[in-house]
């Protein structure tokens, strides 16, 4: 996904606006803003996913070539994305549980009883006609 946006970084043109503020103009859409200090865009999805956008990168990148060192792009990425990250959380080991036969007894008096079934409400279902139904009616009209 990154890398994509780095790719389609590529065809922005980034704006100085103030501060910290950029005006990214993608060709064909509407421009973004992008905050650089607070790590958001116009796009929202630098703020939803932690990962720089493609309005993001192109900030960055404009802001290596103005001279402010802002860094690889890749160092943007949250830290959750990071491998060392994913290490840390599965470093540790889950431990099996014994069988139900060693489970300690507990003597409780609640019993917990499963809720009363509703059926659910939808469209109620077609009665096919009876063959009786379908017999061709005979003519018991009377003529005067």
Not at 62 to 71: I, R, T
Not at 118 to 143: F, G, L, M, Y
Request: glycine share 4%; aromatic share 8%; proline share 6%.
């Amino acid at each position: 996904m990154f890398d994509a946006n780095k790719k389609e970084a590529t065809d922005c043109v980034v704006e100085w606006i103030e501060a910290s503020l950029y005006k990214v103009s993608v060709p064909n859409e509407d421009h973004c803003v992008a905050n650089i200090d607070r790590k958001e865009c116009g796009c929202r999805m630098w703020e939803l996913t932690g990962i720089p956008c493609k309005h993001a990168v192109a900030t960055i990148n404009y802001m290596n070539e103005d001279g402010k060192g802002a860094g690889v792009p890749e160092e943007w990425v949250h830290a959750a994305y990071s491998l060392e990250t994913w290490a840390r959380m599965y470093s540790y080991k889950i431990n099996g549980c014994s069988g139900r036969k060693y489970w300690p007894i507990i003597e409780s008096t609640t019993v917990i009883i499963p809720p009363n079934h509703r059926p659910q409400v939808d469209r109620p279902t077609k009665k096919k006609k009876s063959n009786d139904e379908h017999a061709i009616p005979t003519s018991s009209c009377v003529t005067h």
